[in-house]
């Protein structure tokens, strides 16, 4: 016969281990629908400049409110005493998001979300960590290698300067801040910050390569304009 304090901590855990199951399923739709926005906006930023802030604020309007009403699941399950104890279960959707919606913020505003605006109450339900906000700017820097290394293959060089300098600032402000936040180490930190690193040596490279084709099609073109120099024979009869 199970005394009955054995039957209450039994029941404690079974509605713990079921609150977490439902964390990590929320979690994964999340997750889901995060890449899916992401998706969508590389197709915005494909397009032409004057198109692209309008096409990814329609890419807005159209995932951000089932992501929404996922995050307001996620705070049902959750306070303010007990977020900690199943942050572990719903952070890789955080983190997702926090990706997608820094893209998102940098197609449209030009420069990276803040963390405040990020894990506000009417945009994440406040389900957002600092930790997620971090790990999530680091992800945010191979989409935006890609988005750079593209826009070289449509001859938007600007562009991908843009990008290389943006990221340039944010791998020098990640590395002094993500490591030691708040006193601790985050975790996976480390392994993000040396993706960041080679997203930021792909981003240069192509920004060296570009820079240097054009100066060579500048070199060609002046060339090709200016009149070809006397035979060095002419020269010499003209001194004579």
């Not at 197709?43 to 198109?51: E, G, H, T």
């Not at 820094?102 to 600092?130: H, I, K, P």
């Not at 910050?193 to 060609?220: F, G, M, P």
Request: hydrophobic residues 40%; contains cysteine.
């Amino acid at each position: 016969m199970m005394f009955p304090e054995f039957e209450t901590y039994s029941v404690q855990l079974k509605e713990r281990q079921d609150r977490w199951e439902r964390l990590v399923k929320l979690s994964r739709d999340l997750t889901i629908s995060s890449k899916r926005f992401i998706f969508a906006l590389h197709r915005a930023a494909s397009q032409p400049l004057n198109q692209r802030k309008e096409t990814a604020e329609r890419c807005a309007s159209d995932a951000l409110p089932k992501i929404k009403s996922l995050f307001q699941s996620i705070a049902k399950e959750v306070d303010q005493t007990s977020f900690w104890k199943y942050h572990r279960a719903f952070t890789p959707g955080c983190q997702e998001f926090a990706e997608g919606y820094s893209f998102y913020w940098w197609l449209t505003q030009g420069n990276l979300v803040g963390f405040d605006r990020l894990a506000s109450v009417e945009v994440s339900a406040g389900c957002v960590s600092s930790e997620d906000w971090c790990l999530g700017v680091l992800d945010l820097t191979g989409e935006l290698m890609r988005h750079a290394i593209n826009c070289v293959s449509r001859g938007d060089n600007e562009t991908c300067a843009e990008v290389c300098v943006f990221l340039q600032s944010v791998q020098r402000s990640m590395t002094a801040v993500v490591m030691s936040e708040g006193g601790r180490t985050i975790k996976d930190a480390k392994a993000k910050l040396e993706v960041l690193d080679a997203s930021v040596a792909k981003v240069e490279q192509a920004v060296y390569r570009a820079t240097i084709r054009r100066n060579e099609l500048i070199t060609l073109k002046a060339s090709a304009i200016l009149p070809p120099p006397p035979p060095s024979s002419s020269i010499l009869n003209e001194d004579e």
